[in-house]
């Protein structure tokens, strides 16, 4: 027998890790940088490693009291009620949960192009279909006419806010717009994966008066979980019984739940994550010798087409990697003249510098 039709289903494509490379390459993989998935270059908190060291002599058990703990650290750090709190297998996980719970077989979500692969694929295995808004060149704005223009009633709108992987966001007023024009029974899914890192407000305050905006938060960046799996949605007041009857029994690991608790307190530890962060965007927005997109995430869009010709992701992301530098190229997101590149640690990001212009001088 075989499984059913999933033909439409797309593989997701992360960037690749520095043990697959280094195998390909026959290196040893400490000679190699990876900025390829807008991972913490510092890592997680000391205090989260202390905190799983300590959690897993415990693991015997189901996770119970901790769940509890962390969805009432967070309630209270969005000054929420902790029911509107969706914790899950990272932010991937809560949207899936914001899929089970909002769609109907046949009902259509709308996404971004250039955007975020999980979106769509989500949908799909909830048996609904997939439109996309496209953002439009040269700088890929993101407003509320770009996406009101080609919005037909789906029952989900997508908005990445800092947005990968072109690092733009949406203003608090253009989600407000795109909320209050939009149907009653859209729900507009505003996806804060890089939140820590921007200026721009999070869109947490629209929740206060509506009852269609909810709010995707993840540990995979700015507090450097990414390998535990940990993340959020924050959802409308009016919705809170749902979770309950779609969450995966114990939808976070006692071990993902400790180290996010103590993670949540080391507020040093994701205030010196920003700041490398801001740094290095800037650094490579004034250094690298090919346009880069102002960006408010841990990454920065470098449109490589002008040196390398329409095929230049690949060609520099092959030529990167072979000096011991992996990026992501940007093929796979629908942007064959482009590579996305982490912010590294300060000496990180001057190598991945030094790197690139060497490879697009060529
Ligand atoms: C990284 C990321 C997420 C969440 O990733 P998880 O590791 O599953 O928490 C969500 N949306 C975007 C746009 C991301 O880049």
């Known amino acids: 027998m075989q499984p059913r039709d999933l033909s439409a289903h797309v ?24 900025l390829a998935s807008n991972e913490n270059p510092h890592g997680p908190s000391p205090d ?48 899936d949960y914001l899929a089970r719970a909002t769609l109907e077989p046949g009902d259509t979500v709308l996404v971004p192009n250039p955007g975020f692969a999980y979106y769509g694929m989500s949908a799909r295995f909830h048996h609904g279909d997939v ?44 989600v407000e717009t795109i909320a209050a024009e ?10 804060e994966a890089y939140g820590e890192y921007a200026e721009t407000e999070s869109a947490r305050t629209l929740l206060d008066d509506r009852d269609d905006v909810a709010i995707l938060r993840t540990f995979s960046k700015a507090y450097g979980l990414a390998g535990i799996r940990l993340g959020y949605a924050i959802v409308p007041e009016e919705w809170a019984d749902a979770y309950a009857r779609v ?23 994701v205030e010196k994550s920003v700041e490398t962060a801001q740094w290095a965007r800037e650094y490579m927005r004034d250094e690298l010798d090919a346009p880069v997109f102002e960006s408010e995430g841990n990454f920065v869009l470098v449109d490589v087409s002008d040196a390398r010709g329409s095929e230049a992701a690949a060609t520099v992301f092959e030529e990167a ?7 992501r190229d940007c093929t796979s997101f629908g942007l064959p003249g482009c590579v996305r590149v982490t912010c590294g640690t300060e000496e990180e990001t001057r190598e991945a510098v030094t790197v690139l212009n060497e490879v697009l001088s060529r």
């Open 247 to 269: 969450n995966t029994p114990f939808a976070a690991s006692e071990l993902a739940c400790r180290a996010g608790l103590a993670a949540m307190d080391d507020d040093e530890h």
């Open 182 to 191: 939009t149907d009653d029974d859209t729900l507009v899914v505003v996806d």
């Open 131 to 174: 439109a996309e808004y496209d953002l439009s060149r040269p700088d890929f704005a993101l407003d509320a006419e770009t996406v009101l223009s080609q919005y037909d009633d789906e029952r989900v709108v997508y908005l990445t806010s800092p947005h990968n992987p072109t690092g733009g966001t949406f203003s608090l007023d253009a």
């Open 11 to 34: 593989a997701y494509q992360a960037g690749r890790g520095i043990e697959e490379v280094a195998r390909d390459l026959g290196v040893d993989p400490a000679t190699l940088t990876k």
């Open 321 to 327: 990697q072979r000096e011991g530098l992996i990026v």
């Open 48 to 95: 989260a490693i202390e905190a799983i060291q300590d959690t897993a002599p415990g693991i015997s058990s189901y996770p119970k009291a901790a769940h509890a703990d962390l969805t009432a650290a967070i309630a209270d750090r969005w000054d929420c009620d902790p029911a509107q709190v969706w914790l899950a297998n990272g932010g991937d996980g809560a949207l």
